[in-house]
């Protein structure tokens, strides 16, 4: 399985209030390897509007993190590979961010995972999405079926398809952890075909563990059989660009 959507990162390099500690980050590899994870997608938060000008810093720090972490795991033997990226708070200035080459990608390709406001839907949300698209991005909405219990609720999943953007998926939000609304948007992007990747959104080893297998099942009765073949590797593979 391709994992989206992960915070490893944070235990490894200070990109986060979070204390870097390299035995969680170790700890939450080996339960991903365990559970049949073949690569994390790292994708720490990035906010710009709280960073202000020490962008640039967190930016080189993220991938700085990557690599560091691609060791860690090869010096004790875990089956895991870890590309870069991060989940990018939309924010205005994010088409300048763009063509500054200040937002990660996902992986190699020419995809960013955006996190749009969930308090509200910015109105500046769509010109900047459309800026990106512009400039050869392709925006992936983080945890779609969330902006359910937003008041946003006039964003149509399929429109955004239809305009070239795909929508991640957690495989958390199936389990009803975030509530009724939640759960039957998961369950709608995964009926319809809507969803491009699942994540884990793993922050820790414990509460939220980097585990996606358990949701085969689900996901498989929801979308029929290779569904869950399609929106662990085959479309996030083509997302990180291999
Ligand atoms: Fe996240």
Not at 96 to 116: M, V, W, Y
Not at 133 to 138: N, S, V, Y
Not at 203 to 221: F, G, L, Y
């Amino acid at each position: 399985m391709i994992d989206l959507h992960n915070h490893i990162v944070r235990y490894v390099v200070p990109v986060h209030r979070t204390e870097p500690d390299v035995s969680i980050a170790v700890q939450m590899a080996r339960i991903a390897e365990e559970d049949g994870v073949r690569i994390i997608v790292s994708t720490p938060h990035l906010r710009p509007d709280r960073l202000g000008d020490r962008v640039p810093e967190i930016v080189e720090l993220m991938s700085e993190g990557v690599v560091r972490l691609n060791q860690i795991l090869r010096d004790r033997e875990i089956d895991v590979e870890v590309v870069g990226g991060a989940e990018i708070q939309l924010t205005e200035d994010l088409p300048e961010l763009a063509s500054a080459g200040l937002l990660p990608t996902l992986g190699d390709g020419r995809h960013l995972l955006i996190e749009l406001p969930i308090a509200s839907y910015a109105g500046y949300a769509e010109q900047v999405l459309f800026e990106l698209q512009l400039q050869g991005f392709t925006p992936v909405i983080a945890h779609f079926e969330r902006l359910a219990d937003a008041p946003v609720q006039e964003i149509q999943p399929e429109d955004l398809v239809q305009r070239g953007m795909k929508l991640q998926t957690n495989c958390r939000s199936l389990k009803g952890k975030r509530g009724r609304e939640v759960k039957r948007a998961a369950e709608y992007l995964h009926r319809n075909n809507l969803a491009a990747g699942l994540g884990s959104d793993a922050h820790n080893p414990d509460s939220a563990p980097p585990r996606m297998s358990w949701s085969r099942k689900t996901i498989e009765r929801l979308g029929g059989p290779g569904a869950f073949e399609r929106i662990t590797w085959e479309r996030p593979l083509a997302i990180i660009g291999r």
